[in-house]
């Protein structure tokens, strides 16, 4: 079985923060993870994806997330918050020889000016 | 940039209505799928659709659920008779390939679809 735990449904930061979204996956075959985002009133757009390669994936925006297999995470960190950055995050995963996603429940970041 | 177009961006119905909603799928994509997302709860994978014919679906996708390729640009989701608990955001996705490494779902803007 498969699923994704998005710890924390609110995070606040001040902008020039340190953001941290968690995320844990269990699944039953290697994963591949991806971290989605959406702004207000568009689609989910991809931020960066974990496809076995390197441990620590970058990403747009200056986004990145560090593959932790013994913890099973797959966190994502920007080392500075900017107000454009508010949106809600997705992380996701895709079994191997899976063809389809499954989502966490999403982490809405606020940042404070 | 290419991206995936959805149509109605919103919907009202009244229950028991039927709905399609559309999608143009990035034109070079092969694999189309159809999510949804009741407020406050996870996105969650509906169907996904390859080669003219559905390659895998969920529990979610129940008979009254339906998808079609209706010509070479279109890829529909009908709701043959909605209920109340049908309330949701429906986003459609396609992508290149299917089950490889790589592969990324690239997502639309979205289907508010609201049951009365």
Known sequence: AQSVTQLGSHVSVSEGALVLLRCNYSSSVPPYLFWYVQYPNQGLQLLLKYTSAATLVKGINGFEAEFKKSETSFHLTKPSAHMSDAAEYFCAVRPGGANNLFFGTGTRLTVIP | ?116
């Open chain 2, 1 to 116: 940039e290419p991206e995936v177009t959805q149509t109605p961006s919103h919907q009202v119905t009244q229950m028991g209505q039927e709905v399609i909603l559309r999608c143009v799928p990035i034109s070079n994509h092969l694999y189309f799928y159809w999510y949804r997302q009741i407020l406050g709860q996870k996105v969650e994978f509906l169907v996904s659709f390859y080669n003219n014919e559905i390659s895998e679906k969920s529990e979610i996708f129940d008979d009254q659920f339906s998808v079609e390729r209706p010509d070479g640009s279109n890829f529909t989701l009908k709701i043959r008779s909605t209920k109340l608990e049908d309330s949701a955001m429906y986003f459609c996705a396609s992508s290149e390939a299917g089950r490889v490494a790589g592969n990324t779902i690239y997502f639309g803007e979205g289907s508010w679809l609201t049951v009365v």
